[in-house]
């Protein structure tokens, strides 16, 4: 399977932290935010990675990470002309994934652990079709994509719901069959003029080929000002509890 890590858009929400840099160039405790989620796809064993980010930044990106060399993966890196919704931006994978099923993953996503990740993908795998999303239960899932479950299944999808049937959030690491391409090119723009990956993930669910991991280990979606601290105050926790344990 190929990871395809989705870095665009403008950071608005990061003003002004985002006016002279992408927002998956900042910090994340002691690395750049980028380093988070390639490393969560290289933990589960995927190493064939492309990075889409937008115009402004493409050149950072790669003089940052390089050909994948660091991480003994390889990178391919796609330009996402205009700021036009995550799963526009997912659009420009379809070549480089060559009929094959992919993981995405949301560049300012934050998984402290991957076990739980890596055994979902293993389960997908073995799935002749359809798409996964990964859950996590939360106080405020108002906030976010919201997932409503019956009898161990995804019935629905809310994007940020005023009155939420469910505290599971869909979290921004999601895996796709190869339908994945047309399901987004039969999509039209929402209300603010992008195509939505919670339209992908409806479709999926409209035609019953969408499952789900549940997972416990921490989380963050570190896209605003307060979540990007969560983010530095849990990663640095994880990153000094692990060296205590090492003896460092």
């Not at 700021?83 to 094959?100: K, M, N, Q, R, V």
Request: with cysteine; hydrophobic share 40%.
């Amino acid at each position: 399977m190929k990871g395809v890590i989705l870095a665009g858009g403008n950071g608005t929400r990061l003003h002004p932290l985002t006016f002279v840099t992408n927002k998956h160039l900042l910090p994340v405790y002691n690395k750049p935010m980028i380093y988070w989620p390639i490393e969560t796809l290289v933990q589960c064993g995927i190493t064939e990675i492309l990075i889409v980010s937008g115009r402004g930044h493409a050149g950072h990106f790669l003089n940052l990470l390089g050909s994948g060399k660091k991480w003994n993966a390889r990178f391919t890196y796609e330009v996402q002309e205009n700021a036009g919704g995550i799963a526009d931006a997912l659009s420009l994978a379809e070549d480089f994934s060559d009929g094959g099923k992919i993981a995405v993953i949301l560049g300012d996503n934050i998984f402290t652990a991957v076990g739980e990740i890596k055994k979902g993908i293993n389960r997908f795998t073995r799935q002749k079709r359809g798409a996964m999303v990964f859950l996590k239960q939360v106080k405020d899932p108002h906030r976010f994509g919201v997932a409503e479950i019956r009898k161990g299944k995804i019935v629905g999808l809310e994007e940020k719901p005023r009155h939420p049937k469910s505290k599971f959030a869909v979290t921004g690491m999601y895996l796709y069959d190869e339908n994945v391409f047309d399901i987004i090119r039969a999509l039209t723009p929402s209300g603010r003029g992008e195509l939505e990956v919670t339209d992908v993930n409806k479709a999926y669910v409209k035609q019953g080929v969408m499952f789900h991991t549940i997972i416990s280990s921490e989380w963050r979606d570190a896209g605003t000002f307060d979540s990007l601290l969560e983010a530095n105050v849990l990663i640095a926790r994880a990153e000094r509890s692990t060296k205590r344990k090492n003896g460092k």
